[in-house]
Antibody
Framework: EVQVLESGGGLAQPGGSLRLSCAAS????????VSWVRQAPGKGLEWVSG????????YYADSVKGRFTISRDNSKNTLFLQMNSLRAEDTAVYYC???????????WGQGTLVTVSS | QSALTQPASVSGSPGQSITISCTGT?????????VSWYQQHPGKAPKLMIY???KRPSGVSNRFSGSKSGNTASLTISGLQTEDEADYYC??????????FGGGTKLTVL
């Protein structure tokens, strides 16, 4: 059974940092593109970042470029999102997703809530 | 990376069919056959319903179908059921190796 479990969310101050993790199981992690998609409270979905199966190509939305860094450890079946220079508008539930290509998201985790507030 | 345009809400009665539109540009919906649709029930994670414009993942009911014409994609749900009541989001691959979502449509089954 496919499972992805996000962790690392919580409260951060504006300008602060957080590191999200996503532990995957039930599929060949190293064969899939993995991405982060977020949803602000009461709002719609927003793609944040993706990384190819080998981890050598990364993709970012303009809204987080230069502030967030995506990475993966295929030996530990884990995806990461390092979030720096956090802003209030980064407050959202962050979902870990998988897909064969960076064209859609075929499985979603339950999400982890990030709140940026002073 | 502008959001795709969806109607805020649609409604239908059980057994009826509804269609949700998703309008983009030639840089996203119109330029690639990589439109996908997601269903999200309150408090739950989204679920993939359609990918590559019209393909259904295993386990998704054939009451759900997708299509595209020009810069507009559509999701049709036939034989509406009460459990179809949810928010629906479209997404498209876009130029510069990015993905863009629509603003979401709330489906009410009357």
């Amino acid at each position: 059974e496919v499972q992805v479990l996000e962790s690392g969310g919580g409260l951060a101050q504006p300008g602060g940092s957080l590191r999200l993790s996503c532990a995957a199981s039930g599929f060949i992690f190293s064969s899939y593109v993995v991405s982060w998609v977020r949803q602000a409270p009461g709002k719609g979905l927003e793609w944040v970042s993706g990384i190819n199966s080998g981890g050598d190509t990364t993709y970012y939305a303009d809204s987080v470029k230069g502030r967030f860094t995506i990475s993966r450890d295929n030996s530990k079946n884990t995806l990461f999102l390092q979030m720096n220079s956090l802003r209030a508008e980064d407050t959202a539930v962050y979902y870990c997703t998988k897909s064969p290509m960076l064209t859609h998201f075929d499985y979603w985790g339950q999400g982890t809530l990030v709140t940026v507030s002073s | 990376q502008s959001a795709l345009t969806q109607p805020a809400s649609v409604s239908g009665s059980p057994g009826q069919s509804i269609t949700i539109s998703c309008t983009g540009t030639s840089s996203d919906v119109g330029g690639y056959n990589y439109v996908s649709w997601y269903q999200q029930h309150p408090g739950k994670a989204p679920k993939l319903m359609i990918y590559d414009v019209s393909k259904r993942p295993s386990g998704v009911s054939n009451r759900f179908s997708g299509s595209k014409s020009g810069n507009t994609a559509s999701l049709t749900i036939s034989g509406l059921q009460t459990e179809d009541e949810a928010d629906y989001y479209c997404s498209s691959y876009a130029s510069s190796a990015s993905l863009v979502f629509g603003g979401g449509t709330k489906l009410t089954v009357l």
